[in-house]
């Protein structure tokens, strides 16, 4: 007898987890949001979000440029900027995440996303991440 009701309350446990994860990732899904990191070309929706990284150590004089796209067919829709500290020289990292949405079809309209030196922001260019972004209807 006392099996049984542990046996029931093991399944009542996997079947609320699973339930439970079902739903986080439908929201997750439903927020329509697409990370293109590491891509070098994409096709995505109108109207579809999208998310690319820049990342870089601010105690080695980087900073984040403002991301390089054409306004025509992009908006930028938010930047969260995150920081972490190790405590060690050097250990610290800021990661910025980007979020875009399309607005309108392209055959292929670049974004750019990077680092540089703010004292010699010409030379220290760094594109981490370009992709090539073609918007259908």
Same mark, same amino acid.
């Given at each position: 007898?006392?099996?049984?009701?542990?046996? *029931?309350?093991?399944?009542?446990?996997?079947?609320?987890? @699973?339930?439970?994860?079902?739903? *986080?990732?439908?929201?997750?899904?439903?927020?329509?949001?697409?990370?293109?990191?590491?891509?070098?070309?994409?096709?995505? *929706?109108?109207?579809?979000?999208?998310?690319?990284?820049?990342? $870089?150590?601010?105690?080695?004089?980087?900073t984040a440029f403002p991301p390089k796209y054409d306004?025509?067919?992009?908006?930028?829709?938010?930047? #969260?900027?995150?920081?972490?500290?190790?405590? #060690?020289?050097? @250990?610290?990292?800021?990661?910025?995440? $980007?979020?875009?949405?399309?607005?309108?079809?392209?055959?292929?309209?670049?974004?750019?996303?990077?680092? $540089? #030196?703010?004292?010699d922001p010409e030379e220290s260019l760094e594109i981490?991440?370009?992709?090539?972004?073609?918007v259908v209807p």
């Amino acid at each position: 007898m006392k099996k049984t009701i542990l046996v *029931l309350f093991a399944v009542g446990i996997v079947v609320f987890c @699973g339930f439970l994860i079902f739903s *986080l990732l439908k929201e997750k899904d439903e927020k329509g949001i697409t990370n293109l990191d590491g891509q070098e070309t994409a096709t995505i *929706l109108k109207g579809e979000k999208i998310t690319l990284t820049a990342r $870089y150590k601010i105690s080695t004089g980087y900073t984040a440029f403002p991301p390089k796209y054409d306004e025509n067919f992009f908006q930028l829709v938010s930047k #969260r900027e995150t920081s972490t500290n190790n405590g #060690r020289a050097g @250990g610290d990292q800021t990661i910025v995440v $980007y979020t875009f949405k399309a607005l309108k079809e392209t055959g292929g309209s670049p974004i750019e996303v990077g680092q $540089y #030196r703010t004292f010699d922001p010409e030379e220290s260019l760094e594109i981490q991440e370009k992709v090539l972004i073609s918007v259908v209807p």
